[in-house]
């Protein structure tokens, strides 16, 4: 069974996916190690993780469908993709579901921000108007065809127009024929609520460290009616904090193992399937031929 159809599978069952971001192929690992039913691929934590920058729409189509394929092969359990808006007209927005498909992606979002585009927590965001994003929507329907790939219409109106608009704007991408709809930019309970309230259907939610949204739990949104919660940024301010100490305690004290539990050098080793490759040299390789 494809990555998406496990995915939409587990939304047909009414079971809510949690889905920590990854900003890289070894943190998707982690996430997959954890026991996380799918993992998110987070353009704020690709282009950190790619270009040390913030989210401002710097990585292209190309850079982030190969971030995708990296880390669909790194991991068995489904990828959602952040596509940003689509990088363009139709004919981009065409490309760019055949290569999210042909990297193996179960789901993307796309956007109805206007470029250059931003991260969806920051201030000074520019739309485009609800129906042409709906025509953008209808086009990567048509781009999908038949293959395997959940299509999430995403909606950043919350911040600069409000709770309002943002749901009118999701029930226009509803219509457009999305697989589910993301409002995102929510940093209150109050919009999760209201949210939750007011727009039908299959839907997302992202959970923002640093903000009051993080008292909700797993369980509380599912009873609220999301399909999908998006741990974006969880893995990605953490490993930042802890190697900045790290690298700090090295620092003052000229010898590593003073500063955060760090894995050994076998657990690290596992994390990353070392184990395999061993096999495979013992079974195939020149030591197995001895």
């Known amino acids: 069974m494809s ?25 998707a690992r982690l996430v997959e190690q954890a026991g996380f039913d799918a993992v998110y691929l987070t353009g704020l934590g690709a282009t ?21 394929r990296n880390m669909t092969r790194a991991v068995s359990i489904p990828v959602i993709a952040d596509a940003d808006t689509g990088y363009g007209g139709p ?5 760019t579901i055949q290569e999210h498909v042909q990297s193996g992606a179960a789901a993307i979002h796309l956007e109805d921000q206007a470029l250059p585009k931003r991260c969806g927590q920051l ?6 108007d609800a129906e042409t994003h709906a025509r953008n929507l209808r086009c990567a329907i048509e781009a999908r065809g038949n293959a395997d790939l959940l299509i999430i219409g995403r909606t ?8 309002a608009e943002a749901v009118r704007r999701a029930s226009i991408y509803q ?23 007011k727009v039908p259907g299959p839907k997302v939610v992202s959970i923002v460290d640093g903000n009051e ?21 969880t893995a990605l301010f953490t490993a930042t904090q802890a190697v900045s100490d790290a690298l700090a305690a090295l ?19 596992q994390v990353v399937g070392l184990p395999a490759f061993e096999r495979l040299d013992h079974d195939y390789g020149i030591e197995g031929r001895k």
């Open 3 to 27: 990555p998406a159809r496990r995915l939409w599978g587990h939304i047909e069952d009414g079971h809510i996916i949690a889905a920590p971001g990854a900003y890289d192929s070894l943190s």
């Open 123 to 128: 201030g000074g965001l520019r739309l485009v």
């Open 251 to 269: 620092a003052v004290n000229g010898s590593p193992g003073h500063g955060p539990t760090a894995a050994s050098y076998p657990e690290f080793a």
């Open 156 to 163: 950043d109106a919350i911040g600069p127009l409000g709770t």
């Open 175 to 197: 219509e457009a024929g999305v697989d589910l709809v993301f409002v995102d930019g929510i940093t209150k309970i109050r919009e999760v609520e209201e949210v939750a309230a």
């Open 48 to 68: 950190a993780s790619r270009l040390g920058a913030p989210d401002l729409g710097l990585l292209s189509q190309t850079e982030m469908t190969e971030h995708a």
């Open 91 to 95: 004919a981009n927005i065409e490309r």
């Open 213 to 233: 949204t993080t008292a909700l739990t797993k369980r509380d949104l599912a009873d609220l009616g999301f399909s999908v919660v998006f741990y974006a940024v």
